[in-house]
């Protein structure tokens, strides 16, 4: 007949035993076994000495457990707990991923815009001859299903950059990946947004007469794959050690002749064609943007050129926004099919422009009717 105190002899042995195969040393502090320390918990799974000490065995007192104990219990429990992640892309709402220009578009057709909707002005207001003028000479008037879609445009113009809002944030991020080939985030605020040619550390104090609209349109051109070439291109181009320019200031402006454009119904009749407003708006976005591109170019324009080559270009695009649509299609044309851009052969070669830190751009919605500065003033 075995005595108590053999019995415990016993099973103090027959643990001992079942260790025996895999005896690790053990850490005089805590009683952990260091061979098992290096091993992920998604290794130890299969591993008895876990399931040991997991296991709640019979004649095992709460108080003896200790705190490693309880530790990988814990991350036993989480490991069954995981699930696999289903589909091949992450949640839209993690942070990192880019933007598309319809789920960025989607989002403000989402919420409520309300109080910027009652800013708006979708049509400029005329009087006496010239309202006489307009409605026997000038462009036809927008389709009456258009208007909603029109109006849409118009508010988002009036939409500021709120850094809070997760979906303005992937915009800005999307941007600047694109741009400059980052592959990691950057903060919302700092002097790298000045690289992409905005005026200081926060995008936001440049949007003035643009609004959100101006970020659409730069995520419009990065993000769609037949106008992305050109984009870069343009970017190299403001970047030129001779030829620079700000280069998101400079679709600002070329947003904000967008925006007046379709204020004074110039673009209606390429609407109602195609019963669209979105794509036109866009496409004459980047069709004027191509052309001061163009002119910038070929030119030899410099930054103190600015205010008037804008000015002059926001008569040319009210005045034929059909003929600059056609030259973006010869373009885009051109660059499918591996021909020369009709920004020229050359490459914007040469040492990359200096910071443009404490120097203020003059856009075409600043310039004074008779001017003669069209410069950075200092």
């Not at 025996?20 to 502090?29: L, T, V």
Request: contains cysteine; neutral net charge.
């Amino acid at each position: 007949m075995t005595t108590k105190k053999e019995g415990k002899e016993l099973r103090d042995v027959q643990v001992e035993s079942v260790c025996a195969g895999c005896s690790p040393p053990y850490d005089a502090d805590n009683s952990a076994p260091l061979a098992f320390r290096g091993l992920p918990i998604s290794e130890l799974k299969n591993h008895s000495i876990l399931r040991a000490l997991t296991a709640e065995a019979d004649g095992w007192e709460p108080g003896v457990v200790s705190a490693e104990v309880l530790r990988a219990q814990e991350e036993w429990e989480a490991v069954d707990n995981i699930q696999p992640e289903t589909g091949s892309q992450a949640s839209s709402d993690q942070p990192g991923q880019l933007i598309s220009f319809s789920e960025a578009l989607q989002h403000f057709q989402t919420v409520d815009l309300s109080s910027f909707k009652k800013r708006i002005q979708p049509t400029i207001r005329r009087t006496g001859l010239a309202a006489l003028r307009h409605c026997l000479f000038g462009p036809p008037k927008l389709h009456q299903g258009l208007r909603e879609e029109r109006d849409l445009v118009l508010t988002i113009a009036q939409c500021g950059l709120d850094s809070q809002d997760p979906v303005h944030g992937r915009v800005l991020q999307t941007i600047y990946k694109k741009l400059t080939g980052s592959r990691f985030d950057c903060a919302l605020h700092g002097d790298h947004w000045e690289d992409l040619g905005f005026q200081g550390a926060n995008p936001a104090t440049d949007l003035r007469g643009a609004g959100f609209l101006a970020l659409l349109h730069l995520l419009y051109l990065v993000m769609d794959s037949k106008t992305l070439l050109m984009a870069q291109e343009i970017f190299r181009l403001s970047r030129h050690h001779i030829q620079q320019f700000p280069f998101c200031l400079m679709s600002i402006n070329i947003t904000r002749i967008a925006i007046q454009a379709l204020r004074e119904e110039c673009l209606s009749r390429e609407c109602n064609r195609q019963q669209k407003v979105i794509p036109v708006v866009n496409s004459f976005y980047a069709a004027t943007f191509l052309r001061l591109a163009h002119i910038w170019r070929t030119q030899q324009k410099t930054i103190s050129d600015s205010g008037f080559v804008l000015k002059d270009l926001e008569v040319l695009a009210k005045k034929s926004p059909r003929r600059l649509l056609k030259t973006l299609e010869i373009y885009l044309t051109r660059v499918s099919k591996g021909q020369a851009s009709l920004l020229g052969a050359q490459k914007c070669s040469g040492p990359q422009a200096p910071h443009s830190k404490d120097l203020t751009f003059t856009g075409v919605c600043d310039l004074l009717p008779h001017s003669s500065e069209g410069t950075w003033l200092i």
